[in-house]
């Protein structure tokens, strides 16, 4: 059976199943019972439910129908802006300043410490979540901040001191899979920095601080890719492997089956970069013309798209 790539529009939100051989296209928007058309955020959980996040709550997919759950007056003006699963394989929905919300198998419920968090992060704004095998949940913002850690259990918000040495921007890895990436407001080397139990190592970026999101995968080969900004950084325990620059902002990295790697581009569509190699010769461009918000292979290979236009 061929794969299919669905494309979730931002402002007119779509899913758009298209066979790789290419070209049958089904689109849901609102008027197909979706929660929203501002969508920001897809993941599937381990009952293969895929779930949609949006600018008013979270939305549940099965089949070609949808189930949807209205958090608006829990908001205000804030949005749902990403999805996780913890070890439980409970699906948590949070915000751009720290308000989350756990699928408790009927609802969406609000975290108890949302206030808390929330006075933390603030106008930071959220960049990555990460609940680890403890059940801690760890943030990192755009603006950048230290690293949070919030454990529901000791009712209990600390910060993770991230060792640097001077750098702007890291990847924390806290045992097993657990990675979180983030900017530190106060650091002024433009380099990332991989940081776990056993490895410190530094990686220069291009420079610039322009305010804006990382990205981060560990790949299926052991490698690791990281993007931020224009930039693609391919490296591995070493050091690094290979660089590339794009056009356009990079918003949403996701890797395939077949190591394949694709880049959602601000204004620029997807990238297909072939073998997991960061070269533009061979590659292959999709959806030239739309805003990629995010990018999101289901257990099927299906690959799901995100778009803000």
């Not at 059976?1 to 296209?25: E, N, Q, R, V, Y």
């Not at 419920?109 to 949940?137: A, D």
């Amino acid at each position: 059976m061929a794969k299919k790539i669905a494309i979730c529009l931002l402002l007119i939100i779509t899913a758009i199943p298209l066979a790789k051989a290419g070209g049958i296209f089904d689109r849901f928007t609102q008027r197909d019972g979706l929660i929203s058309n501002q969508v920001f955020a897809i993941l599937q959980d381990g009952k293969g439910r895929l779930w949609v996040a949006g600018d008013k709550g979270v939305a549940q997919l099965n089949g070609f129908s949808f189930s949807n759950f209205n958090l608006t007056s829990q908001l205000g003006e804030d949005l749902i802006v990403g999805l996780t699963l913890d070890h439980q394989q409970r699906v948590w929905a949070y915000s751009s300043t720290g308000k989350f919300f756990f699928y408790d198998g009927k609802t969406f419920q609000p975290f108890k410490l949302n206030n808390l968090i929330s006075e933390k992060v603030g106008y930071t704004l959220v960049n990555n979540v990460c609940i680890n095998q403890q059940g801690e949940i760890l943030i990192t913002t755009i603006l950048g901040a230290p690293v949070l850690k919030i454990s529901a259990s000791k009712n209990q918000i600390s910060e993770i001191n991230v060792k640097t040495k001077g750098n702007r921007y890291f990847i924390l890895n806290k045992g097993g899979n657990d990675f979180i990436s983030g900017n530190l407001r106060e650091k002024t080397k433009e380099n990332v920095v991989f940081l776990s139990d056993s490895i410190n190592l530094s990686i220069p970026l291009s420079g610039g601080s322009r305010v804006s999101k990382s990205h981060f995968l560990k790949l299926n080969n052991g490698n690791y890719l990281y993007a931020k900004d224009f930039e693609l950084i391919l490296f591995d325990e070493k050091g690094l492997i290979q660089r590339m620059f794009l056009e356009k902002t990079i918003e949403a990295i996701a890797e395939d089956a077949d190591h394949n790697l694709w880049v959602g581009l601000n204004s620029g569509g997807v990238i297909k970069l072939q073998n997991g190699e960061l070269k533009k010769r061979g590659s292959t461009s999709y959806l030239t013309s739309k805003s990629i918000t995010d990018l999101y292979f289901d257990h099927a290979g299906n690959l799901w798209i995100g778009t803000a236009n």
